[in-house]
């Protein structure tokens, strides 16, 4: 069970930073902040995005992305077959959300928003020495729920 005070203040890079301590990934981070818009749980949440942190650990789509692009889905997805003026919704809702992101951080890849892939051992550590987990990760899942805040 995870503790109710720490995950529930307004998220800002501190807590960002407590929850990656903590081992939860940004993917995990960005759908719990607004799980409440969603009708679901923190547990829920964050058990539904575990396996999308750091590009799903490729260094491909950045787990903020991926973690907003699920919540996007939970909000405006459709269930109706055949559907197209709904799917249509979403796939909009998702470019807004992508290229906002992208125009923030020159791209969508983990890889190329941190200068390094941390699938890749020798660059991870570069990762871990510039302390970038700490600093710009934190920046950008706090921007990536920003954008996805207007969006739900």
């Known amino acids: 069970m995870i503790s109710n005070n720490l995950y ?3 998220l800002t890079k501190e807590v960002v930073v407590n929850m990656f301590a903590d081992g939860y990934d940004c993917s995990q981070v960005v759908l719990s ?9 923190k547990e829920q949440a964050l058990k539904t995005a575990a396996a999308f942190g750091g590009g ?5 789509t950045c787990g903020c992305v991926v973690g907003a692009l699920i919540a996007l889905g939970l909000k405006y997805g459709t269930v109706i077959p055949k559907d197209a003026d709904g799917k249509n919704n ?18 969508c890849i983990c890889r190329e928003i941190l200068g390094h ?11 871990q020495e510039k302390k970038l987990l700490q600093t710009k990760c934190p920046e ?5 729920c920003e954008i996805l805040e207007k969006m739900l």
């Not at 799903?56 to 491909?60: A, D, Y």
Request: charged share 35%; hydrophobic share 40%; with cysteine.
């Open 8 to 10: 529930d203040k307004k």
């Open 90 to 107: 979403l796939l909009q809702k998702k470019a807004e959300f992508e290229k906002e992101f992208c125009d923030k951080f020159n791209s």
């Open 56 to 60: 799903m650990w490729h260094g491909e």
């Open 140 to 144: 950008v899942v706090c921007i990536a």
């Open 117 to 127: 892939d941390l699938s890749v051992p020798e660059e991870m550590q570069m990762i």
């Open 33 to 41: 902040n607004v799980c409440d818009k969603l009708g679901i749980t």
